[in-house]
């Protein structure tokens, strides 16, 4: 998508007379096929689809015997109707404490290779455990976890119909927890049915929002694709002191001080507050961090840097992410076994 601007750009010194508004204009047209949603959800090979496996983790998911106290489950945080997420600016684990960080939405998770702000997680069946056995957040021992669900004969049936003789095992919740996550609808938006064609889906004020979105405002070199994340980590200027994200596993890379993943902003304007640790309130002051360039550092993003937005753009960009959000998903519960 990048050539494709940058070749826009060209031509537009080249052909001398070409107005800024054709050069916008055709950045919109090249630029919005890269944001096409993905007709089909990757499944990797050593877990594949199965409606068991997919069945048995939206029980766990919604469960709060997955806690110590029985209060909390995955779905307390990453709830439905809020877009995956708690709408709060740091999660509340056991014992109502807060936690170091805000819970993520789980929309494309899918798609996301490393998870976690930081990336400490290498794929989503490794995240599973971390919630359930950490003492901070659901606070159950894996051992305790199996003999609970084994005492449940609705439970030994669903391990036994998804896994066969393998039965309740920490791995096999795993599995279908993960199952589970990677269905998670990516609903259709209006910036998506205006990527599909229909020209009317979104206002002039959101389709120049988009051209500053990929142009001066550089957001599409990260937050790149239909997830609006290139999956990777950069330090914007944000982060301060001890709470340097993914720098705390490569402790000799200048770069990765202060870096968090770059998250998806599907759903963004229904998500507030933002950020790994939920410091920024609003969107109108997310575009204000941008606009100022943040903490001037040797980790900041070489494309983190003031951007002169005009009072325009700002509202132009607001208006562009308003369209990326889908009504709230339906969060039928499912009867869970007892
Ligand atoms: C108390 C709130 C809370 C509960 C309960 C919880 N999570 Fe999370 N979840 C979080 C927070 C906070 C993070 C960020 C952790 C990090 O970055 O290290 C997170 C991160 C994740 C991620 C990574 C998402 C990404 O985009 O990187 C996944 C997947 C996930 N949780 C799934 C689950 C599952 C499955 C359960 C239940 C077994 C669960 N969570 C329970 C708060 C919670
Ligand atoms: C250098 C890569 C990079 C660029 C350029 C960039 N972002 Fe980000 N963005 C990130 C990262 C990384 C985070 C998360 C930072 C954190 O959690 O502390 C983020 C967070 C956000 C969030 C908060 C989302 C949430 O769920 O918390 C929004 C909104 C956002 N960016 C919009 C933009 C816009 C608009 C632009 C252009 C003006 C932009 N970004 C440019 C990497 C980038």
Redesign the pocket.
């Known amino acids: 998508m990048l050539w494709k601007i940058y070749a826009a750009l060209a031509l537009t010194v080249a052909a001398g007379a070409t107005t800024l508004l054709s050069h916008y204009s055709s950045v919109v047209e090249g630029g919005r096929e890269a944001y096409r949603r993905p007709l089909q959800i990757p499944y990797p090979d050593d877990n594949p689809y199965s409606a068991e496996k997919d069945e048995l983790g939206r029980l766990?998911?919604f469960d709060p015997i997955?806690?110590g106290a029985g209060v909390?489950?995955?779905g307390?945080?990453?709830n439905p109707l809020l877009s995956w997420g708690?709408g709060r600016p740091?999660?509340?684990?056991e014992g109502d404490n807060a936690?170091a960080?805000?819970?993520?939405?789980?929309l494309t998770?899918a798609w996301?290779p490393r998870?976690?702000?930081?990336g400490?997680?290498r794929d989503?069946e490794a995240?599973?455990f971390?919630?359930?056995v950490s003492p901070t957040?659901?606070n159950l021992p894996e051992g305790k976890l199996i003999e609970r669900l084994g005492a449940i004969p609705g439970y030994v049936d669903a391990f036994a119909a998804a896994f066969g003789p393998s039965g309740i095992t920490r791995r096999n919740i795993e599995l279908a927890?993960a199952t589970f996550?990677r269905t998670i609808p990516v609903p259709s938006t209006p910036f998506d049915r205006w990527v599909e064609g229909d020209e009317s889906a979104i206002g002039v004020a959101a389709k120049r929002g988009f051209a500053v979105f990929n142009d001066k405002g550089r957001c599409a070199t990260c937050h790149s694709g239909f997830a609006f994340t290139d999956s990777s980590f950069h330090d914007i200027g944000s982060a301060k002191d001890i709470d340097i994200g993914r720098g705390r596993q490569f402790t000799n890379s200048v770069k990765l001080r202060y870096a968090f993943?770059t998250?998806t902003l599907r759903d963004v304007a229904l998500r507030a507050p933002y950020m790994?640790d939920g410091s920024i309130a609003t969107l109108e002051e997310v575009i204000d961090l941008y606009d100022r360039g943040g903490i001037e550092r040797p980790s900041r993003s070489v494309l983190i840097r003031p951007l002169g937005l005009t009072d325009e753009e700002r509202s132009d960009l607001i208006a562009f992410l308003n369209t990326l959000s889908a009504p709230p998903q339906e969060a039928s519960l499912p009867a869970l076994p007892r």
């Open positions: 766990l998911f997955l806690s909390r489950s995955c307390t945080c990453h708690d740091r999660a509340i684990g936690l960080l805000r819970s993520p939405t789980l998770v996301t998870l976690g702000w930081d400490k997680f989503l995240v599973a971390g919630p359930i957040n659901m927890l996550q993943k998250p790994h």
